[in-house]
């Protein structure tokens, strides 16, 4: 079992609509959880992280954390052509020297 | 925030030979530097953990002694990758935080090797 999986899509959604993009992990004693978005060729930058359970909103973005559950989400408002990419879910132990380890990542598409 | 230069972005070396990729930050001390590799398609894969003054921890899998990694110093971390075959042709990326074990990783811009 992997330890951080996604879907990894083609998630496709209509410009202006939202993206809804998921996560589960398997280690229970994951504490903090990350969002990256990866264009094609280029490294990961950061969108949000969450520590806490519940909803927290940055933006058009808001990442949603269910540790009962070991689910992880990201929620993108009014979806932009230029939201278009690959977004990496990541979460991190601290029992393992803070590694953190990725999902394979969502590849979204957001059409005109 | 915190900024981490990556050089080069992209090389192109023979079967055989060696590469040395920097990582650098540029305005906070990095203690702890990781180091990712990405095949297309594919997510990250972390390769190590270098820290400074120390020896780096490898993943399982990866050759410690193909991927050389020295962390001399508290803004410099840099990864050798040596008798490079072509299915060594990877991004490679390297990463840190600027704070607490808990924060977020940032990402250097990445290189791009190519082995032929």
């Known amino acids: 079992q992997k330890e951080v999986e996604q879907n990894s899509g083609p998630l496709s959604v209509p410009e202006g609509a939202i993206a809804s993009l998921n996560c589960t992990y398997s280690d229970r004693g994951s504490q903090s959880f990350f969002w990256y978005r990866q264009y094609s060729g280029k490294s990961p930058e950061l969108i949000m992280f969450i520590y806490s359970n519940g909803d927290k909103e940055d933006g058009r973005f808001t990442a949603q954390l269910n540790k009962a559950s070991q689910y992880v989400s990201l929620l993108i408002r009014d979806s932009q052509p230029s939201d278009s990419a690959t977004y990496l879910c990541a979460a991190t132990n601290t029992g393992t020297a803070s590694k953190l380890t990725f999902g394979t990542g969502t590849r979204l598409q957001v059409t005109l | 925030g915190a900024v981490v230069s990556q050089h080069p972005s992209r090389v192109i070396c023979k079967s055989g030979t060696s590469v040395k990729i920097e990582c650098r930050s540029l305005?906070?001390?990095?203690?702890?530097m990781f180091w990712y590799r990405q095949f297309p398609k594919q997510s990250l894969m972390l390769m190590a953990t270098s820290n400074e003054g120390s020896k780096a921890t490898y993943e399982q899998g990866v050759e410690k002694d193909k991927f050389l990694i020295n962390h001399a110093s508290l803004t410099l971390s840099t990864l050798t990758v040596t008798s490079a075959h072509p299915e060594d042709s990877s991004f490679y990326i390297c990463s840190t935080r600027d704070s607490s074990y808990n924060s977020p990783l940032h990402f250097g811009n990445g290189t791009r090797l190519t082995v032929t």
């Open positions: 305005d906070f001390q990095a203690t702890t």
